[in-house]
């Protein structure tokens, strides 16, 4: 079932505040967070209904949540070869089930540290796009 005021279940303009639908998967809908501070910042959403909890899916459906977590940081990692990336699962407010892929740089921005949710700075609608298509290229590849 979905819910009506989260942005994972409605999208449109109430997603459009942070992010940007670059694709899906048969299980996710991968979002491109507009804070890019960390390139290649993204997101990965469980999309089949609103599930605020990881231990609420099954099995099949947590492995098939967890292998496009891992298929696009996989993405991620080629099209923008960080030196690591980051995972945020973070449910207090939205509660919907999502977890943040946020690329990491030696010597770059938040280096060594736990990432910012959002500096309310955000990157161009043009490099956004960007980034969807440069994920989008490098999913399963």
């Known amino acids: 079932m979905k819910k009506e005021n989260c942005p994972y279940c ?26 890019q501070h960390h390139k290649g910042r993204a997101i ?12 609420d899916l099954s099995d099949e459906e947590r492995n098939a949540f967890m292998k496009d977590v891992a298929d696009v940081a996989k993405a991620i990692q080629k099209a923008y070869n960080p030196d690591r990336i980051n995972y945020g699962a ?21 280096w060594g540290g736990t990432f910012v949710m959002n500096t309310n700075e955000y990157a161009s609608d043009e490099e956004i796009k ?5 994920i989008k290229a490098n999913y399963l590849k």
């Open 90 to 110: 973070y449910g207090d407010t939205l509660g919907h089930l999502h977890i943040h892929l946020v690329p990491k740089y030696k010597d770059g921005f938040e």
């Open 10 to 35: 409605q999208q449109g303009e109430f997603l459009a505040k942070f992010g940007y639908l670059a694709f899906e998967t048969e299980t996710s809908e991968v979002i491109v967070f507009k804070d």
């Open 44 to 55: 990965v959403a469980y999309k089949k209904d609103h599930v605020a909890e990881i231990q």
């Open 130 to 134: 960007e980034v969807a298509e440069a």
